[in-house]
């Protein structure tokens, strides 16, 4: 067995195996244990008691994180000529059409989020096999098909993201960076875990937040003790 490093040594220390911690003590420990050179972001792992094979049961929404995601988020607006000009005040790192249509088709998809309007799906429904697989297909449940293109530009840059349940019943997502405070790291998971709690499926029987996890980039889990958030 290979020997832990001072660093390791350092976390095994400070987290407490089995423990759970209050969504607060998790948020200044995170901070920690993250010994990562660089910004490294924040991850947050909900485990659900739902069966995302229902369509009852699926667990899907968007949540405005009150104190941002940290980090730059590359907007690219599919719309029509009229709105481009409102989407680029927005603040839309890209705007236009037919031309990043084609450029999607070659291969790229250099972008976080896509916002389209109705009117311009029947043009990029087609890109869903590109799109699709990389999470970038818009999609009006997550508010990124839209006729307001500019809020939803201005909402995604503000900190708006889109999360849903996967295969197993967890919903994973960052929501935010290590260079935040305590304080903020907290109050973004605490607004996340109440729009879990708020879309809550009326078939989901029995216990509904299992488990909830926070850590950062090659960190070590931290265990937060749902009954701290609920």
Known sequence: MSKLTKNQKSVAEKVEAGKAYTLQEASELVKEITTTKFDASLDIDVRLGVDPRKANQMVRGVVSLPYGTGKVTRVLCLCT???????????ADYVGLDEYIEKIKGGWTDVDVIITMPSCMGKVGPL???????????????????MDVAKAVKDV???????KVDKAGIIHTSIGKVSMTAEQICGNAKEFIATVIRLKPAAAKGTYIKSIFISSTMSKGIKIDPKSVE
């Open 128 to 146: 869903g096999r590109v799109l699709g697989p990389r999470g970038l297909m818009p999609n009006p449940k997550s508010g990124t098909v839209t």
């Open 157 to 163: 840059k503000q900190g708006k993201i889109d999360f």
């Open 81 to 91: 000529p009229d709105q481009e000009a409102a989407a680029k005040e927005a603040g």
